[in-house]
């Protein structure tokens, strides 16, 4: 399987995660109120399945474009009289 490897100068990797995990959400307490627990997921766990579903989601993104431009194509070419 291919890998895509990104260098993160270590000066900077704690503030990524941070902007990363607390843009899209993260939470350091999960539960309730009355019974808060600690996230069993890191920061770098969350900032890394968040970093996936956006690469996921652009392929959706080009198929649904792909697929789009596919359909007004095939409408383009119904002859109607």
Same mark, same amino acid.
Do not use: C, H
């Given at each position: +399987?291919?890998?895509?490897?990104?260098n993160?100068? &270590? &000066?900077?990797?704690?503030?990524?995660?941070?902007?990363? =995990?607390?843009? !899209?959400? !993260? *939470?350091? &307490?999960?539960?309730?109120? &009355?019974?808060p /627990?600690?996230?069993?997921e =890191?920061?770098? /766990?969350?900032?890394?399945? /968040? +970093?996936?579903?956006? +690469?996921k989601?652009q392929?959706?993104i080009?198929?649904?474009?792909?697929? =789009?431009?596919?359909?007004?194509?095939a409408? =383009? /070419?119904? *002859?109607?009289t």
């Amino acid at each position: +399987m291919a890998q895509i490897i990104i260098n993160i100068p &270590d &000066d900077k990797v704690q503030e990524l995660l941070a902007a990363i =995990s607390d843009n !899209y959400g !993260y *939470e350091t &307490d999960i539960g309730t109120p &009355d019974n808060p /627990q600690a996230n069993p997921e =890191s920061r770098a /766990q969350f900032s890394k399945r /968040q +970093m996936i579903a956006w +690469m996921k989601n652009q392929l959706k993104i080009k198929k649904d474009r792909e697929s =789009s431009i596919q359909n007004a194509e095939a409408v =383009s /070419q119904i *002859e109607l009289t």
